[in-house]
Structure formats: C-alpha cells, structure tokens
C-alpha cells in the first residue's frame, strides 16, 4: 500500500513540475520595472509587477517595503534566477492572483525592518494565491518569521496594501525543492488558512530541505525554528488534502511536519505527510491566543518528529472542537527523537511503514481535554 501511495503522488508532482516549466517559459517582458509607493501610507516596492512580466537578476530592495510585489490580479508573473535582498519586510509578496511562479532565485537578507502594522513577515509570502509556484528557491537568513508562507487572504494581509479579497483561499500551489535555513523566529515552510471560514487545499510541498536551530546556527535575529506546517487556524477554517512529500526537515525548533486545527470548528481533513526524513523535531509549542495554548495538553509531552493535531481547547468550553479527521502519516523515515509520531484527537487516517532510527517512542497518542 504505501509504495503504491507514494509512486502516484511522486508521479503527479513530476508530471506538475513538466507543465511548470512548458508553462512559465514563455512568459516575457514587456514594459520597464516599476518602482515606488503601493496602497496607502509609506508601503513601498522595489519591483511592482504586472502581467505577465519575468523578474530576474539582482533585486536590491534596500530601503523599499517589499523586494517584489504582485498585486491583486496581476496574474502569470515568473521570478526566475533573481536574487532578492535587502526589503525591510516581505522580499517577494503575492496577493489575491494565480499563475505566479518564483524560481531557482535567491531569497536572503530580508525582513531586516519588519512594519508593525504587517502581523507575519515571510521572505516569500503568497496570500490567497492559487495555481502558483514556489520550486528551486535558496531562502536564507531572513531576519522575521521564517521562509514561505501560503496563506488564504484574510487580514493577515499587510495593511495598507490594496484591499484583499478576503474569501480568496489558498490552492492547487506547489512548494519544491526549495532549501530554507537561518530563517529567524518563524517555521520553514507553512501553509496555513488563515481567516474565519478559509481553506488551503491540495498544495503540495515536496522534496524540501529545511533547517532549523537544533542542528545549524541562529538565524540573523533568533533562533530559525525551521519545520513544515500545515494548519487551519482560525474559526471554521480547513486545510484539506495537501500533500507533503519526500522532503527532509532537521533540527526544528517545533515538531519537524506539523499538522493541526486550533480554532473552533476548524479543520484538517485528508492531509498526507509520506517519504520525508525528520530527524531531531522539538516541541510544538506555537502560542497564538485566544484559539491556542501553548501549555494545552494536547501538545506532545516530548521533543517529537512529526505531529497531527486537533487543540480542544476546553478554556473557551467550545461548541465546534477543531477536527483532525483522515490524515495519513505514511513511509517516513524518523531519526534521533523522543516522540517518532504524536497524535491529539484525530479520527481515522494511517500510520503505516514509517522507519524509526534511535527513537524512544515509535507512536504515541493522546484523546480528551487538551
């Protein structure tokens, strides 16, 4: 079962990977770069993209808000062999579009004066963008919350940007071969909805390699807690059907792939975690009130490798607990941990041919009041 599982996912995301590269070949440019001031107040971008326009080479965004910015509708834009630097918060910043693709480009030295009023600064930050692609990126020593974000649009989007649309989700993205490391205070890769009643669904993060601070040194500011998410985090929002695959996750500050629902009425269904290697995961310890707690039970008791997660949160004495419902943990390798794989409150799914090397305990498992 579990080599049948992984030779189709691995044949879909090569057979995606082929369109990418037929698809995103023929885009050119055809106007100059544009700089200058986007929305209101003092946001500003080093590149303002439009349709159809391919960035690359040196982008020097000292001094600018956002190294590349790609604006509600501005669709097919490649960011090919660019190299990003130097942007006060996001370097690369996507917003309510699709047909975006950043590859083989250099993302590094970002984030170096994060804006108050921009509530999560990712060197690559993709909100309510669908059909898009992040493939072949180094992603290294950004001073905010860590590397590539895939966000539903909600009000997490920068303030002052132009207004979002807020039912925008996040999906159909594909994440790979990208290596992220010294990423300071934020996870490696994280797919996440992010709004009451939002969805991220069937992205796909595959064969990435990301490092956190167990195992490499700080990042520019902090420690880089490293690590793959996948979560639904506000009330009634899901995260469904999205694939993480063959990547390898070292020395993260949190649980090397972590998997949960911390909102009331929040969900992660069909999630599939299969072929990765995680050696030396931490504790999950995100705190993000009022929906999670970083002292709930529910939480591994352990350092541990790989996590599914569903935060009951009995403080608020919740109507709608969160659900973890059909997600499969399958064919990965785990090394030098105290927890191989920890489960709280989820229903169904496998857990089948995973290899433990040097761990304490291979599954453990938690059910009740968090």
């Not at 003092?42 to 982008?59: D, P, W």
């Not at 009023?117 to 309510?128: P, R, T, W």
């Not at 490293?226 to 993480?244: E, K, L, Q, R, Y």
């Not at 009022?290 to 939480?299: I, K, R, T, V, Y």
Request: one cysteine or more; glycine letters at 12%.
């Amino acid at each position: 079962m579990k080599i049948i599982v992984k030779a189709t996912t691995i044949a879909i995301a090569f057979l995606m990977v082929g369109g990418l590269l037929f698809i995103t070949t023929t885009n050119g440019s055809a106007q100059s770069p544009t700089s200058g001031q986007i929305g209101i107040g003092n946001l500003t971008a080093k590149v303002i993209a439009y349709h159809g326009e391919t960035i690359t080479g040196q982008v020097n965004a000292t001094g600018y808000t956002f190294g590349v910015y790609i604006g509600p509708g501005v669709t097919d834009v490649l960011i090919y062999h660019a190299h990003v630097f130097g942007a006060d918060d996001h370097g690369i910043l996507a917003v309510d579009t699709t047909g975006v693709s950043v590859m083989y480009s250099n993302v590094s030295y970002d984030v170096l004066h994060p804006v108050p009023s921009i509530l999560d600064h990712k060197a690559i930050g993709f909100y309510g963008v669908s059909n898009s692609y992040i493939i072949g990126n180094t992603i290294t020593h950004n001073a905010g919350d860590g590397g590539i974000a895939v966000y539903s649009s909600s009000s997490l989007v920068p303030t002052g940007l132009p207004i979002p649309n807020v039912n925008a989700s996040g999906n159909d993205n594909f994440i790979a071969d990208n290596y992220v490391a010294d990423d300071s205070q934020g996870c490696g890769i994280v797919v996440a909805a992010w709004g009451p009643g939002m969805t991220v669904a069937n992205n796909w993060i595959f064969q990435n390699k990301v490092m956190g601070d167990f195992l490499t040194p700080h990042g520019p500011t902090g420690f880089s807690v490293g690590t793959i998410v996948v979560a639904a985090d506000f009330p009634f929002s899901s995260a469904v059907d999205n694939v993480v695959l063959d990547n390898t996750v070292i020395g993260g500050l949190e649980d090397g792939i972590i998997v949960n629902a911390v909102a009331p009425g929040a969900a992660d269904i069909g999630n599939e975690i299969a072929g990765n290697y995680v050696q030396q995961g931490a504790f999950q310890r995100l705190n993000n009130p009022p929906f999670d707690n970083a002292s709930d039970l529910d939480l591994a008791p352990a350092p541990n490798a790989i996590a599914i997660i569903a935060d009951m949160i009995p403080q608020n004495n919740v109507p709608s607990p969160p659900i973890a419902q059909g997600n499969t943990v399958v064919d990965n390798t785990i090394a030098d941990e105290s927890i191989g794989i920890w489960v709280a409150n989820a229903q169904g799914g496998a857990y089948i041919g995973n290899t433990f090397e040097n761990v304490t305990t291979n599954f453990q498992s938690f059910y009740g009041v968090g």
